[in-house]
Nanobody, 126 residues
Framework: QVQLVESGGGLVQAGDSLKLSCAASGRPVNTYTMAWFRQTPGKEREFVAGIIWNGERANYADAVKGRFTISRENTNSMLYLQMNSLKPEDTAVYYC???????????????????WGQGTQVTVSS
C-alpha cells in the first residue's frame, strides 16, 4: 500500500505562483511514475503533468506547458508542482497519483494510476 498526501493549495490572484507538494509513504516510490491531475465540479479528472521514476523525463498538458514544472525528490519520497502565471481556469482540486505501469510513455489517463491522494484545492481569482 502507498499513501499520498497533497498540500500547498490555497487562494491566489491571477498571475501569482503556488507550489504543491505530495508526500508518499508506505513503500519506496523511486521506481514509479508519478503525476498531478486536477478536477473541477461536473468535469472529469484531467492530466496536468507526469514524471518518470528518475525525474529524467516529464510530460505536461498543453494548458499548463511553460507555466508549470513537475519535479520529484526520491530520497524524501516527495513530488512537487511549481505553478507560475496562474490563471482563473487553473482553479481545481489537484491530486497526486502514482502508477505501476511499465510502459515507456507517461500515462495521461486516470485508470492507469493505482494510488491517489485526497486532493488540495487551488483557487485563482481574476
Amino acid at each position: 500500500q502507498v499513501q499520498l498526501v497533497e498540500s500547498g493549495g490555497g487562494l491566489v490572484q491571477a498571475g501569482d505562483s503556488l507550489k504543491l507538494s505530495c508526500a508518499a509513504s508506505g513503500r519506496p516510490v523511486n521506481t514509479y511514475t508519478m503525476a498531478w491531475f486536477r478536477q473541477t465540479p461536473g468535469k472529469e479528472r484531467e492530466f496536468v503533468a507526469g514524471i518518470i521514476w528518475n525525474g529524467e523525463r516529464a510530460n505536461y498538458a498543453d494548458a499548463v506547458k511553460g507555466r508549470f514544472t513537475i519535479s520529484r525528490e526520491n530520497t524524501n519520497s516527495m513530488l512537487y508542482l511549481q505553478m507560475n502565471s496562474l490563471k482563473p481556469e487553473d482553479t481545481a482540486v489537484y491530486y497526486c497519483a502514482l502508477s505501476w505501469s511499465l510502459v515507456a510513455t507517461i500515462p495521461i489517463v486516470t485508470n492507469e494510476y493505482e494510488y491517489w491522494g485526497q486532493g488540495t484545492q487551488v483557487t485563482v481569482s481574476s
